[in-house]
């Protein structure tokens, strides 16, 4: 088969869910903060679940990077290359992680609201 697993799995992903990259990811977040305070049965306003799909997020997007540039390709990188990498893999990044983090500080100020 051509393409990594990562890449054979992304297509998988995409063909099953035809949504945009960035609504895939915002989902994925969500679905993984969800099940996280499911499974371990806290409120929304647990801020540890929010580290699950940070580790996560940080995990693909680091397997990402070394899938598509290698250490030879990001040793060879300037340093104006190297900076727009990870710029483009950070922002995956937070966006995989802004939903989760806004239904977290919702929770709380609505937990805020409802006990004074």
Not at 1 to 10: E, T
Not at 21 to 33: D, H, K, P, V
Request: aromatic share 8%.
């Amino acid at each position: 088969m051509d393409g990594s697993f990562l890449q054979r799995l992304k297509i998988a992903v995409h063909t099953a869910l035809p949504l945009p990259s960035e609504s895939i990811l915002i989902l994925a977040g969500l679905a993984l903060y969800l099940a996280t305070c499911i499974f371990t049965r806290h409120a929304l306003t647990w801020a540890w679940a929010l580290v699950p799909g940070l580790c996560l997020a940080i995990a693909l997007e680091s397997w990402e990077i070394w899938d598509h540039y290698g250490p030879e390709g990001l040793a060879k990188a300037s340093l104006g290359e190297l900076a727009a990498i990870l710029g483009r893999h950070a922002r995956d990044v937070l966006i995989l992680n802004l939903a989760p983090l806004a239904v977290f500080l919702s929770a709380h100020a609505i937990e805020r609201l409802t006990h004074d």
